[in-house]
């Protein structure tokens, strides 16, 4: 049974900063890309970070690059996202994802939620301004 567990959401003020983690089990995710989406009310979940195995790509939405940064450490099977200088708009529940890589890695591919395989239960996200 695969499990991918999020981790370290919470309630920052703007400006400030969290990590969230995501913990994967129950199979081995050698060679998956991880990712990171999110839904705010009332919208539909977006992407915002996706990073492969060997962490020589990273993508990113628009709305977060130079903000965001996403890592992992596979000896742990996690993946993070580091949140800088928060903002309202960016709260949300956020997802983390797995997914097989392709043969050529593709931002546009991994920006579509219709390409991950595997989706962790969301952890919140709160931003006050």
């Known amino acids: 049974q695969v499990q991918l567990v999020e981790s370290g959401g919470g309630l920052v003020q703007a400006g400030g900063s969290l990590r969230l983690s995501c913990a994967a089990s129950g199979r081995t995710f050698s060679g998956y890309v991880m990712g990171w989406f999110r839904q705010a009310p009332g919208r539909e979940r977006e992407f915002v970070a996706a990073i492969t195995w060997s962490a020589s790509n990273t993508y990113y939405t628009d709305s977060v690059k130079g903000r965001f940064t996403i890592s992992r450490d596979n000896a742990k099977n996690t993946v993070y996202l580091q949140m800088n200088s928060l903002k309202p708009g960016d709260a949300a529940v956020y997802y983390c994802?797995?997914?097989?890589?392709?043969?050529?890695?593709?931002?546009?591919?991994?920006?579509?939620?219709?390409?991950?395989?595997?989706w962790g239960q969301g952890t919140q996200v709160t931003v006050s301004s």
């Open positions: 994802a797995a997914t097989p890589p392709l043969l050529t890695n593709s931002g546009t591919y991994y920006s579509r939620e219709g390409s991950w395989r595997y």
